[in-house]
């Protein structure tokens, strides 16, 4: 006798059914490190001293905020108040090259670099 599958339940009755958070953005990836982040947000990896980090964490935790938009707040400040000038046009145009690059390689999967 063969067993009976009634792993669809209500829900193969109603209809096919997404699980999950709905996907809501369709912003174009340029970059492997965009991958799963919101308009205008990019995934980095900084070496940052131990003692900094946790004063950054407590700081998100007393104001109840998380810990990027700390460290978003302060580097705003301090971009604020050097006011660089803008890197040369052939500069941005190579890292552009080389992400594509990436991207072409390694589909849009990050890839660290090695140390």
Do not use: C
């Not at 308009?39 to 001293?49: G, L, P, Q, Y």
């Not at 700390?70 to 090259?97: C, F, G, H, S």
């Not at 589909?107 to 090695?114: E, F, Q």
């Amino acid at each position: 006798m063969s067993k009976k599958n009634f792993t669809g339940g209500l829900n193969s009755l109603l209809g096919e059914t997404k699980r999950g958070r709905p996907v809501t953005q369709t912003k174009e990836i340029t970059k492997s490190s965009q991958e799963g982040t919101k308009e205008n947000e990019t995934r980095a990896t900084f070496i940052i001293n131990e003692e900094l980090l946790d004063k950054l964490k407590a700081i998100a935790y007393w104001e109840r905020g998380l810990i990027k938009d700390v460290i978003n707040t302060a580097l705003q400040e301090y971009v604020d108040k050097k006011k660089p000038k803008p890197r040369p046009e052939e500069v941005r145009a190579k890292d552009q090259e080389a992400n594509q690059r990436l991207i072409k390689i390694h589909g849009n999967k990050a890839r660290l670099p090695k140390y």
